[in-house]
């Protein structure tokens, strides 16, 4: 019991036709990243400190869809959303409607550190930022030419496309675009296909038995423009409090209605669940017909994570030695 | 068992002098959008029917915190946001940052049905707006003198802290306690549980007076400041940053469900673990029962159930 645990993920839903390059490339980014946050927390970095610069990491890399390589807009721009919690005193900071600022997730510690508020959006955050100072970009530097290729797709076959990070080929062919025209799934009663956002997330439990959780995203592909999501929701997509840190990736609808983060905590706290009773608990009956996962870290220096989707991009490490970066179940 | 409906037109430092003008038009208005809320009840309308009725009538009074009336911003604009779930489905939907949607607890909810989406936020949600054909007018017309006047003071307040030292630190505080008093009055919110035991929530607000342009508060944040499902429909209000930390609605819920607490003793742990002078909230449960609680100074509120008890107030019941 104790020590430091780290988690990071890059999203819940894995296209079971990935390249195996695709799954390479995405297993040396998350163990880069792992490596990186397990190098802080080792350097007696807070959580909160930790959380932030894994994110960062996640979010300047163009792999999974937060930062650069977000997903885009039905207008083909890219409009970002993040949100971090402290667990000690429970801090928060959240932005939403983010077009040029480089990294979201540290636009949201501002937030939480720097105005009288927790969440910011749209030209109000972007206001925000250009005060504090931070690093802005053109809108056109997150968008990559496979996520451009992605939204064309989406639209022909006019559902909302979770991204695969699949070569681009013809509708037909493309198992996304396959799997859309044979079996749509339903989303808030809606027949739209479902796959997983790539939402990347950290959680970290420190040497003091602090915890932390930071989630960044670029939404669904092909989303409405003004449609915020999961990820910047305190207790949908990130929470934090003195028990846990938890960080949730998949059907943001669903993790919304399920309140997702808090409802780890919420059950450790009030069932005097442990972290991985908690997880498996709240993945299995809360989720209802929602696909999501999400990582988890307890203050007793456990590290745990949970979905109900086909695979998660995900990282986990403790101070045991455990280490593990997988896709798959 | 049986029907029950309670609604809030804010909790915050309402100051006990408030003198009969400023007090009497609310109790009226609380009165009046209660009678709507149980007349509706009465003729069997759904509960998810009933809480946005009620919360359009509340929008539409400029004296409360929501639609006309709404705060203003840093800026002196309105942004206004709004949530409404259905407790059995748990669909919901929630809009931020509208400047001329006349009611934005009607888009909340085509948001929910309309969309396959449950949030939309500014510029975004305008143009849903649009599409979908609601009401909308020029953005003045949310804005009442009311509310310049208390914009006016709080950035008087705010510019009186940074320039003054610490001996006339007093002297600031009873001058911002003046500015703030009438001024932290936020949200609107209505919950009820139907006939056939249906529950809902809608809450809709202006935010925080002299709040940040794009400064996102508790009311549409699922869980925070609304939260409905098989046990309880809740709609919170006071600070928004406290509320959504605490998660207040939905740990009313988790309360009852995980540690079986009743539905008051639920919204009183949750109220009270909260810090002081930032929450107020009020439920129903599915048998009809209602809680309204706050631990601010006071909150306007009004409750009414089936068995023929209702009640208006503003401060504690032995201070009405």
């Excluded at chain 2, 009336?69 to 409404?84: D, F, K, R």
């Excluded at chain 2, 601010?296 to 503003?314: H, K, Q, W």
Aim: with cysteine.
């Amino acid at each position: 019991m104790g020590g430091w645990a780290i988690a990071v993920h890059g999203g819940a839903g894995v296209d079971p036709n990935l390249p195996t390059e695709r799954q390479e490339e995405a297993k040396r980014l998350l163990t880069h990243c792992l490596n990186l946050g397990i190098s802080a927390v080792r350097s007696n970095l807070s959580a909160i400190d930790v959380v932030e610069l894994v994110v960062r990491e996640l979010e300047t890399d163009p792999l999974f869809n937060s930062g650069r390589g977000s997903a885009l807009t039905e207008k083909g721009t890219v409009e970002m959303e993040a949100s971090i919690m402290d667990g000690p005193k429970r801090r928060c900071g959240a932005v939403s409607g983010i077009t040029t600022v480089k990294n979201p997730i540290s636009l949201a510690r501002l937030v939480m550190e720097k105005s009288p508020h927790s969440y910011l959006a749209f030209a109000g955050a972007e206001e925000f930022a250009r005060n504090q100072g931070v690093e802005l970009v053109d809108n056109d530097y997150f968008i990559t030419e496979d996520n451009v290729g992605m939204l064309k797709l989406a639209k022909e076959a006019n559902s909302i496309l979770f991204d695969y990070r699949i070569p681009i080929v013809g509708l037909e062919t493309c198992s996304a675009g396959a799997a859309a025209t044979e079996s749509p799934l339903q989303m808030n009663g809606l027949p739209i296909s479902v796959y997983t956002p790539e939402t990347v997330g950290c959680v970290v439990v420190d040497k003091e038995g602090r915890c932390a959780a930071a989630t960044s995203t670029g939404g669904l592909m092909n989303k409405m423009t003004g449609r915020i999501g999961d990820s910047p929701l305190i207790g949908a997509g990130t929470y934090a409090c003195d028990l846990c840190g938890v960080s949730c990736t998949g059907e943001g609808e669903a993790i919304i209605r399920g309140t997702l983060a808090r409802e780890v905590g919420a059950v450790m706290e009030y069932k005097g669940l442990g972290l991985q009773e908690a997880v498996d608990y709240v993945v299995k009956v809360r989720l209802d017909e929602g696909k999501a996962g999400l990582i988890a870290v307890s203050n007793n220096g456990e590290v745990a994570c949970g979905f109900n989707t086909n695979g998660m991009f995900r990282g986990i490490a403790s101070e045991n030695g455990f280490m593990e970066v997988a896709i798959w179940e | 068992m049986g029907w029950a409906i309670a609604i809030h037109g804010g909790a915050g430092d309402i100051p006990l002098s408030l003198p009969p003008d400023r007090r009497l038009p609310r109790e009226d208005a609380l009165r009046h959008c209660l009678n709507i809320g149980v007349n509706a009840l009465k003729s069997q309308q759904h509960a998810l029917d009933v809480v946005e009725l009620v919360v359009r009538e509340l929008e539409n009074h400029p004296n409360f915190n929501a639609g006309r009336g709404s705060v203003l911003t840093n800026s002196g604009t309105v942004e206004m946001e709004a949530c409404i779930m259905d407790g059995n489905t748990k669909r919901c939907g929630a809009v931020s940052g509208l400047t001329t949607v006349v009611n934005p607890i009607s888009l909340a909810r085509l948001v929910m049905e309309k969309t396959p989406h449950i949030y939309l936020a500014f510029d975004g949600a305008e143009a849903f707006a649009r599409e979908q054909g609601v009401d909308t007018v020029d953005s003045s017309h949310f804005i009442t003198p009311e509310n310049t006047e208390r914009l006016k003071q709080a950035k008087e307040a705010n510019r009186v802290q940074i320039d003054y030292t610490q001996p006339i630190q007093k002297e600031v505080k009873i001058e911002t306690h003046a500015a703030d008093c009438d001024s932290q009055i936020g949200t609107v919110g209505c919950v009820a549980v139907d006939n056939h035991g249906n529950l809902a929530t809608a809450t809709s607000t202006g935010g925080l007076v002299n709040k940040m342009v794009g400064r996102i508060g508790d009311t549409p944040v699922i869980g925070a400041g609304t939260y409905a499902n098989h046990l309880c429909a809740v709609s919170a209000t006071g600070k928004g940053e406290a509320i959504i930390r605490c998660t207040v609605a939905r740990d009313v819920a988790a309360l009852m469900e995980f540690k079986g607490l009743s539905l008051e003793e639920a919204a009183a742990s949750v109220v009270e673990s909260a810090l002081i002078g930032t929450v107020g909230l009020v439920a129903v449960s599915p048998s009809g029962e209602v809680t309204m609680l706050f631990n601010t100074t006071g909150m306007f509120r009004a409750c009414a159930t089936e068995d023929g008890y209702s009640e208006i107030g503003i401060w504690s019941s032995r201070q009405n």
